[in-house]
Structure formats: structure tokens, C-alpha cells
């Protein structure tokens, strides 16, 4: 997606430090926009009732889609692109209220319950008077959010001269077949030379590394509503059930599940 014709979206709820207002939160359709590289004292949660978000936090890149939240602590820089159209829901914690919540960035298999406080948190009309009620509603939000664990549905990068540009070639070329011998050769390095280099810096193998890129450039085209037979044709793999099969592998269900997942009303 090309950042010049998009529209640089601006939030200022992540910087109102405010004890009083423990979370506050808005949601919006937004449609090819991106939120340029920024960073706010609220810790906050992004999740999608449709639409998928890419998102880059530090070295690693999230694609979040309705199935994921996202939490980003406070003071953590990030980016976020909106394809097509997303139906955004995202809450800010206020600093005084993040002690026992994650540290670290990272997406989510989100519950039906966080959800549910979350858009009747959105739905608070006053923001600068809050309720008994509402406060006690809000506690319970970050009791459940404390709670939340790390999916493996992320994508390290590295900033390493070398692995960088082999990186870009291979996102811009999510089909391609070559092996980590031929990457090595244009690099100029031994293949075993390449290969420590992707796991200190990547925490992972060169094989390991293409099959996540695949994985999410798959879930992102399924939250487009892409067929699976041209998405598995798009990501290079010769038949449908090889794709099926990589999927079902590394998230436990096959796309088509994972579509009938993303329909369900909440």
C-alpha cells in the first residue's frame, strides 16, 4: 500500500494524562489511512470488527484482524496502516493503571468478554465525569487485561544491512521459491553464515521467517475476503491443500474456519 496517497490519521487521546479517567476509548470506520510512527503516555488496545490493521511496533510488524487485539504499552512507538475499510475500536489506559499489565507489545486471541467491555467503555458518552458504575465497569476491563496473552502471529525485522535488503525482497515477493543458498550468494555470505544471522537477529530460521511472512499476508487477504485457491496461488504454493495444510499447521484451524471465525456477530 502506497503511504502517499493515504491520509495521516491523528488520535489525541493517548496523550491526556488524566488519573481520574482510568481508560477512555472512540471507535471509527477509517479507509486507507495510516497513523505515521508516533508514541503516547496511555498504553493502548487496538482491535477491528472488520478490516485488518498492519501495524509496526520497534522491529516486529503485527497484522491485526478481527479474530486479534493488539496492546501497546505507553511510551512505545509505533505505526498503523488501515486497509480498506476498518472498523477501529481502541481504548487508552491511563499511566497510573498499567502496573499489572503487559510490558511488552503484542497481539491477542481477544475474548468475547474484553470485547464487550470494551465497546460499553466506548460508549461512555462524558469522558471527563465518569460514573461509580462505569469505573467499577472499567476495573473489571483491566482485571480481564491483565489476564491476556502473546499469539505468534508477528513478523520480526531487523535493521542489519544485509538481512534487510534480503527482507524486502522477499515481502515484496511473498511467492518466491529461492532458497537461503541463493539469498546467501547475493549477499555475499556462506548459506550457514546467513543462516545464524536470521536467527540472532530474527529469533528464527530463514524457512521459519518465509512460512510467517506467508501466514500473515494470508491472514490480511482473507480479511479482504480473497478466495483461498488465489491466495494460496498468490503465495506460491502449487495446490490448495499445501496452503491448507501450512495454515492449519501454524494456527490450529484451516482459512475456512478461520473466515467462518471473522463472521461471527458479536
Known sequence: ??????????????????????????????????????????AQLLYATSGVMNVVVENQIWVVNPLQGLWIPGDIEHQVSFQKDVNLHSVFIDPSYTNNLP????????????????????????????????????????????????????????NHIKLKSIINLLTNDVANKETVEYFADLSCMSSRTLSRLFIKELGMSFSD????????????????????????????YETTSAFIFMFKKNLGKTPSNYILENKTKY
Open 103 to 158: 510490558t511488552t507489545s503484542f497481539s491477542f486471541d481477544i475474548s468475547i468478554f474484553l470485547k464487550q467491555l470494551m465497546f460499553k467503555i466506548i460508549s461512555f458518552e462524558d469522558h471527563q465525569n465518569i460514573t461509580d458504575i462505569q469505573k467499577r465497569i472499567m476495573d473489571v476491563f483491566l482485571d480481564e487485561l491483565s489476564l491476556i496473552h502473546p499469539s505468534s502471529t508477528f513478523l520480526p525485522t531487523s
Open 209 to 236: 521467517w518465509r512460512i510467517r511472512l506467508k501466514l500473515l499476508e494470508a491472514i490480511k487477504r482473507l480479511g479482504e475476503k480473497q478466495s483461498i485457491k488465489q491466495i494460496a496461488f498468490d503465495l506460491g
Open 1 to 42: 500500500m502506497n503511504n502517499d496517497n493515504q491520509t495521516n490519521l491523528i488520535v489525541d487521546l493517548g496523550y491526556q494524562v488524566n488519573p481520574s479517567l482510568p481508560v477512555v476509548g472512540y471507535t471509527e470506520t477509517i479507509t486507507d489511512a495510516v497513523c505515521s510512527l508516533h508514541s503516547h503516555p496511555r
